[in-house]
């Protein structure tokens, strides 16, 4: 029996083939074989292959994070974006990213948003052509970051860390007038249910959870080959800097998940207390 988790409930009126269960389990295995320093990897692999299972043609992964939920006059309840990763990334995506991420700073709300936001806190699942009106596919907004990009549908999964970060997953038909069928959704669903683990890596691997701001490019790098047992000079070279210029990069990767050592870094991946 398929679990939908739709609107924050469970509903078991979806059937799952036993292939398909037996896929999920494998894939699950499979991401728990990758390396902590290997999150990106493991990241691509997840998004590709739940996109084999639903036939989705592209999917990314957003960070999320509630920075602000005093702030008065937020429709959006200080939740913003921190982090995103493409399966398949392009200019135009990436454009399609920032400008939206623009709209959410400015506070110009779209119900699609809104939409994202609803049973907040709530591990939940919706497909776009399912839970908006048949009007905002005739709109500005489809058409300008939707439709000039292929998709024709949009199926959402989002896995709650704690009350203030989520991780988010969105899955794209594209190319294609077919929608996303409540199995499809059900089984991208019951596919990040089960990894907590993983979204928790994913969440840290980005610094969603870092009040100054996520890791940068070369902070996420050098994040990565310290749970490895790289010594500083190792890592210094692979990332093709000075071994002072490194130890900078370390010392402030430190600070931004306040510990003060290797050891500790691991522990925070590992769900310890550092």
């Known amino acids: 029996m398929k679990f939908l988790a739709l609107g924050g409930r469970l509903r078991k009126n979806v059937g799952m083939t036993g292939a398909e269960r037996d896929a999920v389990h494998i894939l699950w295995d499979e991401l728990s074989?990758?390396?902590v320093a290997r999150t990106d990897d493991?990241?691509?692999h997840l998004l590709k292959s739940i996109c084999g299972l639903i036939d989705a043609g592209n999917a990314y992964w957003i960070g999320g994070l509630r920075m602000n939920p005093s702030s008065a006059g937020d429709p959006l309840c200080g939740w913003r974006p921190r982090a995103n990763r493409y399966l398949y990334p392009a200019a135009i995506h990436e454009e399609a990213y920032r400008a939206q991420v623009a709209k959410w700073n400015r506070r110009e709300v779209d119900i699609s948003y809104t939409r994202a936001l609803r049973d907040v806190g709530k591990?939940?699942?919706y497909r776009l052509r399912r839970e908006l009106p048949a009007s905002w596919f005739e709109g500005p907004y489809y058409k300008i970051y939707f439709a000039s990009r292929g998709f024709h549908d949009s199926c959402f999964v989002t896995f709650p860390l704690h009350a203030d970060c989520e991780s988010y997953?969105?899955?794209h038909r594209v190319e294609t007038g077919d929608n996303f069928t409540a199995a499809e959704e059900a089984l991208a669903a019951y596919a990040l249910r089960g990894v907590k683990w993983f979204h928790r890596q994913l969440?840290?691997?980005h610094g969603v959870q870092l009040a100054e701001g996520p890791l940068t490019a070369m902070q996420r790098r050098i994040a990565h080959l310290l749970l490895t047992e790289r010594s500083e000079k190792e890592i210094a070279g692979e990332v093709r800097?000075?071994?002072?210029t490194t130890h900078?990069?370390?010392t402030e990767i430190f600070r931004k998940f306040g510990v003060n050592s290797r050891a500790a870094l691991t522990a925070l991946w590992l769900g310890q207390k550092p």
């Open 33 to 35: 074989d990758f390396p």
């Open 42 to 44: 493991a990241l691509v």
């Open 123 to 125: 591990f939940r699942s």
């Open 169 to 171: 997953f969105a899955f």
């Open 203 to 205: 969440v840290l691997s």
């Open 241 to 244: 800097q000075s071994p002072h």
């Open 248 to 250: 900078k990069h370390i």
